[in-house]
DNA sequence: CAGGATCCTTCTGGATACTG
DNA sequence: CAGTATCCAGAAGGATCCTG
């Protein structure tokens, strides 16, 4: 247990980093856990957005682009007018699903630890 | 479990989204599980760098510094010359460490799942 | 050795308008 | 309703040079 030994390299493409790269995109693991805890992982677009406020359609879509890429979403689409979406966790996502509710039970459990992060609305980190 | 139902509001200022600020800097979960398991949750900067493939110095003192800011870690300096910075982890960052090792289990469990993510060293996600 | 200060490039993500 | 296409301000973070 020193510096120097390259058992877990960090490099580009390890384990860790390509976790990471599912928290890259802000709201992917707040759609994950509405999804999950809120819609019992099916939901079409509009309730997603209505679920999550402060998303913009944009985003919401990007985000779920970049999910069902990722595997954790699957794509449904009711051909009728007017279109009909429904986003559902794959077996991948469910199982992240899990390691994002234990960091969000950790988050409540420590709020008060963290009541000097992001002391007013509208400021961001730092 | 439906939309509109506003229990656990997505805030601004909510457990999750303050969770994730902690992740808003790229490097902050990697310099904490570095720290933990790797050095037993103390390490001097220099130490630290080389533990970290590909982080520059500007970004690792920045990381530093926002982390304690948060209460994750401590700074003790050794007035000596040349001077020797060691971080510490708090009982705080000691127990973020635990959802942050289960997200990078999870990593590592799934890394067939992942394989399709960052395919090649240089480009990112997407 | 630790880290501050700049410069500069890339990316994020919000606002808005438009299509089927 | 779901999604696309632009435009654009601001943040993230890498490279480099300098200080005690």
Redesign the pocket.
């Given at each position: 247990m020193h510096a120097g030994s390259p058992d877990e390299e960090w490099r580009e493409d390890c384990a860790p980093r390509r976790v990471l790269e599912l928290f890259?995109?802000?709201?992917t693991s707040m759609v994950l856990h509405t999804l999950h805890a809120r819609h019992g992982g099916t939901a079409?677009?509009?309730?997603l957005?209505r679920s999550l406020p402060?998303?913009?359609?944009?985003?919401l879509?990007q985000t779920?682009?970049e999910m069902e890429a990722s595997g954790l979403i699957t794509?449904h689409?009711e051909t009728v007018v007017?279109?009909?979406?429904e986003y559902r966790l794959t077996p991948l996502g469910e199982r992240f699903v899990v390691p994002v509710e234990l960091l969000y039970a950790w988050g409540r459990d420590n709020a008060d630890a963290l009541d000097f992060l992001v002391p007013r609305p509208g400021s961001?980190?730092?």
């Open positions: 890259a995109t802000k709201w079409r677009t509009g309730v957005q402060g998303i913009s359609k944009k985003m879509t779920l682009r794509r689409v007017p279109p009909a979406v961001r980190r730092r």
